[in-house]
């Protein structure tokens, strides 16, 4: 019987990450998969989109900025809050 051979194959996986940046601080990682990007959050601001996918890196930024208006909104509230009570 002849003896049964073992072919392995490596697999390359090339990892394309992306620090995210808003205002001049790092906020987060973008990580390139099939499908999109996963962004992972370093910021406690922006951890609601924490290990979402996104089709583009385009639509990160977007949702970024609608996240960072909201919580400028959410501090100004409380501020004025605070200063009235």
């Known amino acids: 019987m002849p003896a049964a051979r073992s072919f392995a194959r490596r697999i390359t996986v090339t990892i394309q990450r992306f620090t995210v940046e808003w205002e001049r601080r790092t906020v987060g ?4 998969l099939e499908g ?21 890196a385009r639509m990160i930024e977007r949702q970024i900025k609608k996240v960072a208006k909201r919580r400028n ?6 501020r004025t809050g605070l200063a009235l009570a």
Do not use: C, H, P, Q
């Open 29 to 32: 990682i973008a990580v390139r």
């Open 36 to 56: 999109g990007f996963v962004f992972y959050s370093s910021d406690d601001d922006f951890e609601e989109m924490n290990g979402r996918t996104f089709a583009r």
């Open 73 to 78: 909104l959410e501090k100004r509230r409380s």
